[in-house]
């Protein structure tokens, strides 16, 4: 807070003017309620990592060719990583209280905005089709459990699935509707309860598995020699574990705008990024160590791992508590953001709750389980829209920190002729170093020659670090960006937000 701000009586600051209501809702304004604190944030990442791919996500990097040393000293050198830059994403919303895309028309202007924030929102959603489909597997084994003969009736299929899975995804994706009904209120209550009951679960989980192994299990995981040598195995799952985060380094602005002060940013990512991560990922390879014990193999699907379970209370307790971490990093990962991202593009008609229905509703018509078993889909399509994610993160951080000092009027993004409205509201330096970065981070996500497969794990760094640099370069004497900054010199920026937001 600055001594301007500490010097300023406490009276409520004028309404701001000329705001063009075409680019404003009461969800897009800067954040009023200030109630995600240390506890409210930190059981968020507790929902988001504990969760089926995080789950798999640590046994996963035994794959690279790993050692059990090498892949916990991977995991917690690349989580100490995401701390960090989360933390510049988590200040940058807590400051201006603002959500993601609308923080991105600080650097691609009002307009422009969109470009990242509906690539973003379009990546979510696909994730949040496959993420509801995984969910409604743990439901399916749950019904299997209790009642084996329901299994046989639904088997008839319908557009790629069974009316058995039908049931059980409706049954999710509406489950997930419920947490509109008061938009981030409601989920922020959803997540303080649901992340640490995942976290009780699993323990009764581990502690059952181990006993069933007799106490006694193996971390020799590695199922392959690392193909380029154990040092490149060992930066390539640093580099997976911070691109396993990647989306929520561009939205986690999305819930710290609610946060009152940055140390509750600061110690809620502490807490629950390298302390939280790392414990779960030692439960999780406990399990998967475990299971080589019980059945003969490696099971390192914990829905799999828990259909052969022969303890109705374990099948039970099992499928409720993947259900409920599925739909909470879905809800994280996958929800908030593409609801914000299609308010954004038309903030007159679409609110935060509207824009969360149209996502499930494209979830929905997409069929995700045809996604998700399409190798071209996977490996190609979203792999390329993964891999825009890190150009955009180093753009916008580059904008914000380095070009901009933190130093943004939070009411010029809602004007149409504002310093933020660029050119017809884009900022085409912004979007030609988006461009010129994205091209090798695609092409070494997607090809698939020895080249770009030696490189392939670092395409998150390689984008990040490109758009980061390039927009450094053509953006350092933009006039846009220094008319802005003196600007924004004369104005009590703390107040300025304060009147958008009221």
Not at 90 to 102: D, E, K, N, S
Not at 387 to 397: C, D, E, H, K, S
């Amino acid at each position: 807070m600055t001594a301007q701000t500490q010097d300023r009586p406490p009276t409520a600051p004028e309404p701001a003017t000329d705001i063009d209501p075409r680019l404003i809702n009461d969800d897009l304004a800067p954040a009023r309620s200030r109630d995600w604190g240390f506890f409210s944030l930190f059981a968020m990442w507790m929902s988001d990592i504990h969760s089926i791919g995080g789950y798999t996500f640590a046994a996963g990097l035994f794959a690279l060719g790993l050692g059990a040393a090498h892949v916990f000293a991977s995991l917690s050198i690349g989580i100490i990583i995401v701390f960090l830059l989360m933390n510049l994403v988590g200040f940058a919303g807590q400051r201006t209280g603002l959500c993601y895309p609308v923080l991105a028309r600080i650097t691609f202007g009002t307009i422009g905005s969109n470009l990242p924030a509906l690539l973003r929102g379009f990546v979510a959603i696909c994730w949040y089709g496959i993420q509801t489909w995984l969910a409604s597997r743990a439901v399916i084994v749950l019904v299997a459990g209790l009642w084996p003969g329901v299994v046989e009736i639904g088997r008839t299929r319908l557009l790629g699935e069974s009316l058995l899975g039908w049931a059980a995804f409706i049954l999710m994706w509406a489950l997930q509707l419920l947490l509109l009904r008061k938009g981030m209120e409601t989920i922020r209550k959803f997540q303080d309860w649901a992340g640490p009951a995942v976290w009780v679960v699993m323990l009764i989980l581990t502690v059952y598995v181990l006993k069933l192994a007799g106490w006694h299990v193996s971390f020799d995981l590695a199922t392959a020699p690392s193909q380029w040598g154990t040092a490149h195995a060992v930066l390539a799952a640093i580099s997976l574990t911070v691109a396993y985060f990647a989306t929520l380094m561009l939205n986690f602005c999305d819930f710290s705008r609610f946060s009152p002060t940055r140390k509750a940013v600061w110690m809620a990512n502490l807490w629950g990024l390298p302390v939280n991560f790392i414990a779960f990922s030692v439960v999780s390879v406990l399990v998967t160590a475990g299971s080589l014990q019980i059945y003969g193999e490696y099971i390192f699907d914990p829905v799999d791992l828990v259909a052969r379970l022969d303890h109705p209370i374990a099948i039970v307790l099992g499928a409720v508590t993947f259900t409920v971490a599925t739909l909470g990093i879905n809800v994280v990962a996958n929800f908030v953001s593409p609801a914000y991202d299609l308010a954004n593009a038309w903030p007159s008609k679409i609110n935060f709750q509207r824009g969360g229905v149209i996502s499930a509703c494209i979830a929905l018509v997409m069929t995700p389980w045809n996604l998700f078993n399409s190798p071209f889909i996977i490996n190609v399509f979203l792999a390329a829209l993964g891999a825009v994610l890190g150009p955009l993160f180093g753009i916008i951080i580059a904008d914000y920190f380095i070009l901009r000092r933190q130093q943004v009027q939070v009411s010029e993004l809602f004007k149409s002729q504002g310093t933020h409205s660029f050119n017809n509201g884009w900022n085409m330096r912004a979007v030609w170093a988006f461009i010129i970065a994205s091209i090798p981070s695609i092409l070494v996500a997607v090809v698939q020659v020895d080249f770009c497969k030696f490189l392939s794990p670092f395409s998150w760094f390689i984008g990040a670090g490109l758009g980061f640099l390039i927009h450094l370069a053509i953006s350092r004497n933009d006039p846009y960006i220094v008319k802005a900054l003196e600007q924004a010199a004369t104005v009590d920026l703390d107040a300025d937000r304060d009147s958008v937001a009221r």
